[in-house]
């Protein structure tokens, strides 16, 4: 690798060790018939978390959320990561973007209990 490329690439590595070092909690999604499951979690308000989806259905599908900034594509029968996070208290949506009438759920970020 030329080194010109060697620094930007080791900055990007580093990056991403500090964002899944940083996000703790992982939620396992799966999607099948256009449908989340579970459609709905909590995760601690203040917190990097992330989501793991695996899609079963027969067709792509495209996880999406306005409220979480995210986009991803997932293919069948393969498994995406998304980091999302830090969130204020309350509740976001996400979606399939392909199948957005049948394929949707919601997270709510809650304070910590003291």
Do not use: W
């Amino acid at each position: 690798m030329p080194r010109s490329l060697r620094i930007p690439a080791l900055l990007l590595a580093l990056a991403g060790a500090s964002c899944a070092a940083h996000a703790d909690q992982v939620v396992t999604l799966t999607v099948q018939n256009h449908t989340f499951s579970p459609s709905t979690f909590t995760v601690p308000a203040g917190e990097r978390f992330r989501i793991q989806l695996t899609n079963n259905d027969d067709s792509v599908d495209e996880f999406e959320s306005y409220d979480m900034k995210f986009e991803k594509i997932v293919v069948p029968g393969n498994t995406i990561t998304v980091f999302a996070g830090p969130m204020h208290p309350g509740t976001y949506s996400f979606f399939d973007d392909y199948h957005p009438d049948q394929a949707k759920g919601t997270v709510t970020a809650v304070e910590a209990k003291e």
